[in-house]
């Protein structure tokens, strides 16, 4: 999906929700783009609070709109965050891999960009390896 429109509407998607996010405490703002399996985009952002325990990253937020508007299958997803050009890229944190995982299959793409674009990609699989998902508890 590398320089596809797909990949641009994500970007713009994530990025328009990053701008929205509301992160006062760590100043690190990050939005999230999840392309479902009816075709629609569906973004979200990090929304802190004062409670910090009681934050939620973008991908949460993302998969949230998805799931309410009735999609179950992340086709990829785009996380954006961080400074342009940062050594670190903002990879999803571990609580966001195993929620991607619920609607993702080890092959889905995971991308992650910085607000100047696109940094890296990874399936699934390489972020989270050997995962506990649905399957599981197909008995
Ligand atoms: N954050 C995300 O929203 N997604 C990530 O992939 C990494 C971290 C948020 C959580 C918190 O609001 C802020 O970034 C700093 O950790």
Redesign the pocket.
Known sequence: MTDTPELAHLIEAARAAREN?H?P??K???G?AILGESGRIFAG????NAAYPQ???????AIGAMVTAGDRRILAIL?M?GETGAEDI????GG?RQRIREFATPETPIHICDPAGLRRSFPLETLLPESFGPTNLAF
């Open positions: 996010a992160a405490y760590s690190f703002k990050v999230a952002c990090n929304v802190e934050g939620q990253c973008a991908e949460s937020s996380v965050g903002c990879t999803p944190c966001c």
